[in-house]
């Protein structure tokens, strides 16, 4: 692969990770080849919408300043936001350029969303086909195409009722059962968009990538539920868990994204699922990176329930945090500011861990 020489080799590790017989951490460091270049820009979907091909020649162009180190790949990311599936079914999408930022809006009834139906001539989904065959062209042997963030049903049905959250939590208290009926047909929507997307990226092929940047042979996706900070464990088990059980069980494999601790509350519950793979840990703005030691507690009970742990941590931490945990069924992503430092973090991980 043109921005990854050694892919073939690479994918082999990420398999046995996945397995659980990679001995080691699985390591993704970045780094750019001049200073003067930040990252790579995850909105090119929006900030160049309607020009697919405006926003993969821009991508390809900053992928060709960029090293990928270890297990680290270009991973081409169709972005829409956070609930691309709520656009999909009539949402409005807004984005927000300066701050790199989407939002989804929309003032359905829970009896239309009832009744919502897949829309192949919807705007946004027609958009992000064309986002996945140009971009499945146009990164044959340069880099890995992946899925648009759905989200979840429970999230989605909330942004779709208006008023995000408060007209879904009333509802799971007023309208209980018409909402389970809701998010039964949103789910099965999921689904369906989710196989759609596997047919236009051919990933009987190229294999299953998410934004999480974690590759799969088999078939994989990132889990989430942004409605559960508001949630208490007892509604997460009724409202939340049967849909987890559901899709742990149609996906080959599993990363649950747990975003900062007002989602800690749910861990238990969350350890308990057994077909559940992986917890990502993303501490939250204004709380301590994922290398920090407050963490390792949180670390080391999620290994101890057998999952295997994604962490971000900044370069000068990641040895740290290795060695405080078990660095078996890792994977750490670590986003250096110079060659020469991703150079020496390499050398370092490879010298104590292999």
Not at 49 to 55: E, I, L, Q, R, S
């Amino acid at each position: 692969m043109l921005y990854k020489k050694d892919w073939d080799e690479v994918k082999k590790v990420f398999e046995e990770w996945w397995d659980g017989t990679l001995s080691r951490p699985l390591i993704q460091v970045y780094s750019p080849k001049e200073r003067t270049f930040a990252f790579i820009d995850t909105w090119v979907f929006l900030r160049f919408y309607p020009d697919v091909d405006k926003a993969m020649d821009e991508l390809m162009l900053q992928f060709s300043r960029m090293e990928f180190g270890k297990e680290a790949y270009p991973n081409v990311w169709v972005n829409l936001g956070p609930g691309s599936l709520s656009a999909y079914l009539g949402g409005e999408l807004k984005f927000d350029g300066r701050i790199n930022t989407s939002w989804f809006l929309g003032n359905f009834s829970l009896d239309d969303l009832g009744e919502a139906e897949f829309d192949p001539s919807n705007e946004w989904w027609s958009y992000t086909c064309r986002a996945y065959e140009t971009a499945t062209k146009k990164c044959e042997g340069k880099a890995v195409v992946a899925f648009t963030d759905l989200l979840d049903a429970v999230t989605v049905t909330g942004q779709l009722r208006g008023e995000f959250p408060t007209n879904l939590l009333k509802d799971m208290f007023l309208s209980k059962h018409k909402l389970k009926k809701v998010l039964e047909r949103i789910h099965e929507l999921f689904f369906r968009y989710y196989d759609e997307s596997c047919k236009l990226i051919g990933v009987s092929k190229k294999g299953y990538s998410t934004w999480a940047g974690l590759w799969s042979q088999k078939k994989h996706f990132t889990l989430q539920c942004d409605v559960i900070v508001y949630l208490s464990p007892k509604m997460f088990k009724e409202f939340i868990h049967p849909l987890i059980i559901e899709e742990c069980q149609y996906f080959d494999r599993t990363i649950w994204h747990l975003d900062g601790p007002l989602e800690l509350k749910h861990l238990d519950n969350l350890l308990g699922i057994d077909e559940l793979d992986c917890i990502q840990w993303i501490p939250g703005e204004g709380n301590p990176d994922g290398g920090e030691e407050c963490w390792v507690p949180l670390y080391r009970k999620i290994q101890e329930e057998g999952k295997k742990i994604q962490i971000y941590a900044p370069p000068e931490k990641v040895i740290h945090i290795l060695r405080r945990i078990s660095p078996k069924d890792v994977a750490i992503t670590a986003v250096c500011r110079t060659n020469d430092e991703r150079i020496k973090l390499t050398n370092e991980i490879e010298k104590e861990f292999g």
